[in-house]
C-alpha cells in the first residue's frame, strides 16, 4: 500500500469546551474543512486519510497511537470550526494531542491550519515547540505545495511553499509571502465537496438537541456542508472571515478579508442527493450566512423541492437579508431552523458592532413573519458588546422573553483572534484568555471582553443566570411542549441540571 502523504485530524477537546455538556448534549458535527482538504489533495492524487477523534470519541493518548500507526508524511491538524468561537477554543485538544504525538514519534512533521493560526501564525509556532509549520489562510493550495516537498527537513524547499509559517533549523520563525485563496470560480476543480468515504458513519455525528426536536427529537444521523464560503460583512465581533487573508500584516482582521465564495446549486444538490440516499435527515448548512444571495439559496431551495427530499435542515440568516418573499421556498425546502443573528435589540449597539453593513430592521416583525411561515427561530444575543450596560444586558433578556424564540443562545462579547474586537483590545491592553479553553463561551476558563461599564465576570454571570432564566421560563416551556411534546421538554430539563463551573466567578 502506497504511503499516506498527508493524515488529517479532527482533534477531540470536548470536555474542556463543554465541560459535562460533552458526554450527551453538546453536538457531534462533521468536521467539514478537513473533509474539503481531504477531498482537494486527492483531486491531486496524494494519498490521504481522515482521523475524527472527536466522532470516535477517543482519547488523546488513542489519537496520538493511531497517528504513530498510520506513518503519514504529514499530520495536518484541521482546527477549524463552525462557528466564531470553534477554532481558538479547539486548539485545546489539538495542542495536547499534538505535544504527546511530539513525544511518541520526533521525527512526525505537524502542520496546523484553521482560523486560529491564521489569525496568530507566528505566535502559535512560538508558543507550541511541537508544531513545525503552520498555514497563513485556508491552507488548500499551501498543503498541496507542501505534499510537493521532496525533504521536510529542508528550509530551501519549505521557504518556497507560500502561504507557510515554519521554524527554521535555527529556531526562528520564518512565514513565507502568501498564497491565494480559491478563487469562486475554481471552488468545484480545487475545493471539490467533501470526502465523506473518508468520514466516519453518519450515525457517528449528533445534530444539538433544539435541532432534533423537529425530527421527533432524533439526534442522529447527521450532516453538514458548506454551500458558500465566508461573508461580504464586517461584524467587529466576528473573526469567519480570517483565513481568507492574503494579507500578512500583523494588524489584519477578518474585517479586512470579507471574501464571499459560493458553489453553483447544481454542485451542492449532489451533496444532498447523498445525504437523502443514506437516509439523513437531520442536516447543518454552516454557511455563515445562507439567506443572503437569492440566486444562490432560492435554487438550491427549488432544487431540493423538485426532488422532494424530506430534509430537516437548520441554516443561518442575518436579520436584514431575511426577506418574507423567501420564507415559504425556505420552508418547502426544509429549512425547518433559521438562526438569526439578532445579537442585541439596541440599534444603536448593532449599528457600532456591524459597521457598513448596518441596516435597522423591525425584529419583531421579521420573528412574527417567520413563525407564520412554519420555521422556527434560533435567536442568537450577545451580552457585554461595546457601551452595553447592565440595564442594556437587562432589556436584552427582556426582549428575548418577550418575543419567544424556539431556540435562543445567549452569548457574551469576546475577542476572538482574528476580529477587529481582539484587534482592538490588544491595543487597549485588555485581558484576554492565557488558554485555548478560554475563548470557549461554556468552560471552565472563559474569560470574555469586559466593557467601560461592566467586569468581565459581571457579563458572564449575567449570561448563565439569563440562559437558565429564559429557558426555565413557563411560557417557553409550553412553546417547546405545543411545538415539539414532551420529549423536547425533557430535553431542555436535562440540560438546566448542568450548572457551568466559572474560574472568573470564583467557583
Known sequence: MKKLDILFIHPNGAVAVYQSLAKDHSAIEPPIWAAMLANSVRSREFNTSILDAEAERLTINEVADKIVDADARVICFVVYGQQPSASSQNMVGACETAKL??????????LFVGGH?????????ESEYYIDAV????????????????????DYYLNNVKGLGYRNKSGEITLTPPS????????????????????????????????????????????????????????????????NRTDPGIHISSADSNVYRKWSPEFIIKQFEMFAIAGVKNIKIADELFVLNPNHFIKICELIIERNYDFNIWAYSRIDTCKPKYLDVLRRAGVKWLGLGIENPDALIRKEIHKDGFKNVKI?????????????????????????????????????????????????????????????????????PKVYSGYSQHSYETLNLRTENLSSAEILSF????????????????????KFGLPAVENISDTLKFSLKRRILGD
Open 135 to 154: 498555514c497563513q489562510n485556508e491552507g488548500v493550495y499551501t498543503i498541496c505545495d507542501l505534499l510537493q516537498v521532496e525533504d521536510l527537513n529542508n
Open 117 to 125: 493560526v491564521s489569525a496568530l501564525p507566528k505566535e502559535t509556532l
Open 180 to 243: 491565494p485563496i480559491v478563487k469562486n470560480d475554481n471552488l468545484e476543480n480545487d475545493l471539490p465537496g467533501m470526502a465523506w468515504d473518508l468520514l466516519p458513519d453518519y450515525h457517528k455525528y449528533r445534530t444539538a438537541g433544539w435541532h432534533s426536536w423537529s425530527n421527533n427529537s432524533l439526534k442522529e444521523p447527521f450532516a453538514a456542508l458548506y454551500t458558500s464560503l465566508g461573508c461580504p460583512y464586517r461584524c467587529s465581533f466576528c473573526m469567519i472571515n480570517i483565513i
Open 364 to 432: 419583531v416583525d421579521l420573528i412574527k413573519l417567520i413563525h407564520e411561515a412554519g420555521i422556527n427561530v434560533a435567536g442568537n444575543y450577545i451580552f457585554g458588546l461595546p457601551n452595553d450596560t447592565l440595564e442594556g444586558m437587562q432589556n436584552t433578556l427582556n426582549f428575548a422573553k418577550e418575543n419567544l424564540t424556539e431556540m435562543a443562545n445567549f452569548y457574551c462579547a469576546m475577542a476572538y483572534p482574528g476580529s477587529p474586537l481582539y484587534n482592538n483590545a490588544k491595543e487597549a491592553g485588555l485581558e484576554l
Open 463 to 482: 449570561r448563565d443566570k439569563a440562559w437558565h432564566e429564559y429557558h426555565s421560563n413557563p411560557g417557553y416551556l409550553n412553546l417547546v411542549k405545543k
Open 101 to 110: 504525538l511530539k513525544e511518541k514519534a520526533p521525527s512526525s512533521f505537524i
